[in-house]
């Protein structure tokens, strides 16, 4: 069974030190990312000024004031979570190098800047005490979980620093939450005598509740309020010492600013709105409050009276820059001189990203540090857009799906002037005899705890820049929370346009039998919208995924599985094996599978390939699994992305019956075209005997690739050498085609692109079907894997103690048996 090898170790995750499961979440939902907007700010001692961190500087600006001054500016670095001393001339800060995040000390009054912790961990959310002589703060050091720490602080810097907490290991089971206990959020109490911070200690699901310690003495911790948080309450004591202000949702959808009190009496809202509130500190006086919000999509600073509510925003409508700067007008065209909305990143000589001032930055995942000092951050630019640049150069590079190639440019910026570039894209598109496609993400959530606050609007502007012609956003919960909830709706969205179609979709969460998306719902939501969530009222693991799939049937819907499998499935020898794939295929639930997703797309595969072995019609699809309110994710929207041979229509239900039928590709970049005896994707070959059949193939794609092979029923039967630069290839030959079974084209390289923001370049198309006379191959060995596979299944689901009653077991229990049975008996003696 080849499913093309293993990729090569070059691309790894940003922060890799860090020990923690689902980076996803709490990169974005915990560290500090670069965004144009404000991301924190600290109020100086008198209550007239502010310093925050802006587009990876520190800044400082009255509130009254326009005048915004750049603090810092740190060549290949970004700089964050500003702490300002109570002396009115210290500010400590954390800065981001690519490789570690480190606490410094910054003297306002000189401007010297002095590095305080080393070693390449994780060191955040400093925070100083009262007096000025120690310091608090979030660090990864020794563990790679995030403890709490304090040190004595000099004018030589870090003394005795030690964590606070130490180490603890809950005895619950978490899910999207290391085994080990965290702490973070620390801030001190006026007096310097305790700190207040977030543990989750025994806490199954969320970032924990808000506690107090005293410094003194550790061990006298205790909790103040129990809470579902996601990474960013920061409780913070007002000055008078007896509130607490924090954030949260609180069984809303958007965090908002609440206030208990130091003995955790039920909390009150401060704030209101359908967006988010976060990052919130105390003004000296204790009569205002300053927080970073997203209520015009943008991250903003805004300045609040406690009572009252009057509220000023925080405009740098001036700014005064650290170094001299140019401005940057940049204008994209397709190849007929059309101005196009596209995917944009200027990297200038200093080592840092740029952005018009009004922009989304976006940051991905990870990066192969042989070829990037940092992770590739961008924007998504509607032309002409202007930029404010460090005088000197920077490399921009433009990219507008993946039918033009990226255009990509060195331009020198002259201090003090405007240089205007015109990137004209040149297409390479498959040749239109292949097909008429539409592209589409069938995995999308537009709003997901991230920075920005999305509408269907903007992701409408988003896939345009991509060249997405559709996307499935998929409502799901977040913990407590459902984001989306509020834009759930069977037929087109409003926001779609002739360009774009928006469709509301859903994800099916459990953390037991695998995701699912559910498409094209007729009527109504399925609640809940997930199952078998551990030490809660609905840990159950009914309803299992076989129901959830028979009720969305009943709508119309499709049932895919999404982002399935990270590495290849070894059914004996997998920690766990809960996954319900092979169960639901064979009893008909099935209509899509996510072969290129937010997943390892060639260990997909390799179950694929066993599925269609056994004759299973079971299409590919793709998604991004892409949170497009988030600073910082693996790829933009329709990063992985399915083309429906539609006939061109931009029409929901033409997609869906190309969905469902196979007459698609899916992709994160290269594109193909195949035809075999004159069959497409998704046809059916049918031919009374044995012959040679004539294929065609094509490839077109944005960057080169390794590997373009024809693979029948789990065999390479074709590799196709690819020169030049690799990017485009065609190709004809004869095939000779003996049973029954199928065949794709597919493309793969053997490690990651810095234009592709995946793990590796990979495409696929979906079966063609090979019908021949006789009986296609057996398979016995590929029955026998997913027996073993259901085997193990079975015996997780018996191990369940928490069904609600005998019938969701039984139901439950019944039904996998059942799918093993049919899967012993095309196994035979191979299951034995």
């Not at 954390?94 to 606490?103: S, T, W």
Request: a negative charge; hydrophobic letters at 35%.
């Amino acid at each position: 069974m080849l499913g093309g090898g293993a990729a090569r170790a070059d691309r790894e995750p940003a922060l890799k030190q860090v020990d923690l499961p689902h980076s996803y979440y709490w990169r974005e939902l915990y560290l500090p990312q670069l965004t144009t907007g404000p991301s924190s700010a600290s109020f100086t001692p008198d209550g007239r000024g502010l310093v925050y961190s802006m587009a990876g500087s520190l800044w400082r600006q009255d509130v009254d004031s326009i005048d915004a001054t750049e603090l810092t500016h740190a060549a290949g670095a970004y700089d964050y979570q500003p702490d300002v001393g109570h002396d009115g001339r210290t500010v400590v800060f954390c800065r981001y190098d690519g490789v570690g995040i480190e606490v410094w000390r910054l003297d306002l009054e000189s401007g010297r800047e002095q590095q305080l912790t080393s070693g390449g961990d994780v060191n955040v959310e400093p925070r100083l005490s009262p007096d000025g002589k120690r310091i608090a703060w979030v660090s990864t050091r020794g563990t790679g979980h995030l403890n709490l720490f304090l040190a004595e602080l000099d004018a030589t810097g870090l003394r005795d620093a030690h964590p606070l907490l130490g180490e603890r290991r809950s005895t619950v089971d978490r899910y999207y939450y290391s085994v080990f206990d965290h702490a973070v959020n620390p801030s001190w109490s006026p007096d310097g005598a305790t700190i207040y911070y977030v543990g989750n200690a025994e806490v199954p699901l969320g970032s924990g509740d808000i506690w107090a310690v005293p410094v003194a003495d550790p061990s006298a911790r205790r909790k103040v309020l129990s809470e579902e948080t996601t990474w960013s309450a920061h409780p913070e004591q007002a000055p008078e010492g007896r509130r607490l202000l924090y954030s949260s949702y609180r069984g809303r959808q958007w965090h908002q600013l609440w206030l208990t009190t130091t003995d955790g009496a039920a909390p009150l809202p401060l704030t209101f709105g359908d967006f988010d509130s976060r990052n919130a500190r105390w003004s000296p006086d204790g009569r205002r409050v300053v927080y970073v919000s997203n209520e015009r999509g943008n991250t903003s600073l805004v300045v609040q009276d406690v009572v009252g509510g009057a509220r000023q925003e925080i405009v740098a409508g001036l700014r005064r820059y650290k170094v001299p700067r140019a401005r940057l007008v940049l204008d994209v065209v397709d190849p007929a001189g059309k101005r196009v909305p596209a995917r944009v990143s200027v990297l200038a000589d200093d080592g840092r990203a740029y952005a018009p001032a009004n922009a989304w930055m976006h940051a991905d995942d990870g990066f192969d540090r042989s070829r990037q000092t940092m992770e590739t951050h961008y924007f998504h630019c509607s032309p002409p857009c202007t930029l404010e640049v460090p005088g000197g150069a920077a490399t921009v590079t433009v990219q507008h799906g993946f039918a033009a190639l990226p255009w990509r440019q060195r331009v020198e910026l002259p201090d003090g002037r405007e240089t205007q570039v015109r990137a004209t894209l040149a297409g390479n598109a498959l040749p239109p005899d292949f097909g008429h496609w539409v592209s589409a993400d069938l995995h999308v959530h537009m709003n997901y705890g991230g920075h920005y606050r999305n509408t269907p609007a903007g992701l409408a502007r988003q896939a345009e820049s991509e060249d997405l012609g559709i996307v499935y956003n998929l409502v799901v919960n977040k913990e407590e929370r459902v984001p989306d909830l509020g834009y759930f709706r069977t037929g087109p969205d409003p926001a779609s346009n002739d360009r774009v179609l928006i469709l509301q979709a859903q994800e099916f969460h459990t953390s037991f039998w695998g995701h699912l998306g559910l498409l094209y719902l007729s009527d109504h939501l399925i609640t809940p919208d997930f199952s078998s969530y551990r030490h809660t009222a609905l840990a159950s693991p009914y309803p299992y995924n076989g129901v959830i799939a028979d009720l969305a049937h009943a709508q119309g819907a499709l049932v895919g599985y999404v982002h399935p499998f990270d590495w290849p499935v070894v059914p004996e020898k997998e920690k766990t094996l809960s996954h319900e794939l092979p169960a639901d295929v064979i009893s008909g639930k099935v209509d899509y599978i996510e072969v290129v997703g937010f997943s390892d797309h060639k260990a997909t595969a390799e179950v694929w390939y066993r599925l269609l072995n056994l004759g299973f019609r079971l299409p590919a699809g793709a998604g991004t699994d892409a949170m497009a309110n988030y600073a910082s994710l693996r790829g933009p929207v329709g990063l992985n992305r399915v083309f429906l041979n539609t006939g061109g229509r931009l029409d929901g239900q033409a997609a869906k019956l190309a969905l469902k039928s196979g007459r698609s590709f899916v992709s994160n970049g290269p594109l193909l075209g195949f035809d075999l005896g004159g069959a497409r994707p998704g046809d059916t070959l049918k031919r009374g005997a044995p012959g040679v059949y004539h294929y065609r193939v094509a490839l077109r794609s944005p960057v080169p690739v390794d590997h373009l092979e024809i693979v029948r029923n789990g065999k390479v039967v074709r590799q196709f050498v690819l020169a030049g630069d690799r990017r485009s290839f065609d190709g004809e030959g004869d095939l000779p085609v003996d049973t029954d079974g199928w065949a794709v084209l597919r493309a793969w390289n053997d490690s990651a692109d810095p234009l592709v923001l995946d793990l590796y370049p990979y495409a696929t198309t979906s079966p063609i079907y090979l019908d021949l006379p006789g009986e296609a191959p057996p398979a016995p060995e590929d029955a026998a894997y997913f027996v073993r596979w259901l085997d193990r299944v079975i015996a997780e689901a018996q191990a369940r103690t928490d069904y609600n009653d005998e019938r969701e077991r039984s139901s439950t229990l019944g039904y996998l048996a059942h799918a093993r049975e049919a899967y012993a008996a095309r196994a035979g003696g191979a299951a034995r």
